[in-house]
Nanobody
Framework: QVWLVESGGGLVQAGGSLRRSCVTS????????MGWFRQAPGKEREFVAA????????YYATSVKSRFTISRNNAKNTVYLQMHTLKPEDTAVYYC?????????????????????WGQGTQVTVSS
């Protein structure tokens, strides 16, 4: 079983920045690709970004591309989501999750079904 502890959520004004962190334990972090998803009230959980186990490739939802950056530090068992130019529509609970996939395909990483655990989620609220 993997444990995921997220931090870095909060309230920010539109145009501001936040950095999310997700620390994992219970597995060898470097063996897993990591993804970030989000869920707004009344909506389905949607893909935000993912990074391959090796860090050699990243994937982004169109809505966040050029504003968000996913990265990882395997020595710290941590994946990050740096969010810039935040918009009110970015308001959601954000979740991190691991996956064993080694694919190079966006459609794989953006699918909820390939992720086998979820963090507790942390609220990000962007005020207009």
């Amino acid at each position: 079983q993997v444990w995921l502890v997220e931090s870095g959520g909060g309230l920010v004004q539109a145009g501001g920045s936040l950095r999310r962190s997700c620390v994992t334990s219970g597995r060898t972090f470097s063996n897993y690709a990591m993804g970030w998803f989000r869920q707004a009230p009344g909506k389905e959980r949607e893909f935000v970004a993912a990074i391959r186990w090796s860090g050699d490739r990243t994937y982004y939802a169109t809505s966040v591309k050029s504003r968000f950056t996913i990265s990882r530090n395997n020595a710290k068992n941590t994946v990050y989501l740096q969010m810039h130019t935040l918009k009110p529509e970015d308001t959601a609970v954000y979740y991190c999750a691991p996956t064993t996939t080694t694919a190079y395909t966006f459609s794989v990483y953006s699918s909820r079904g390939v992720y086998d655990s979820w963090g507790q989620g942390t609220q990000v609220t962007v005020s207009s």
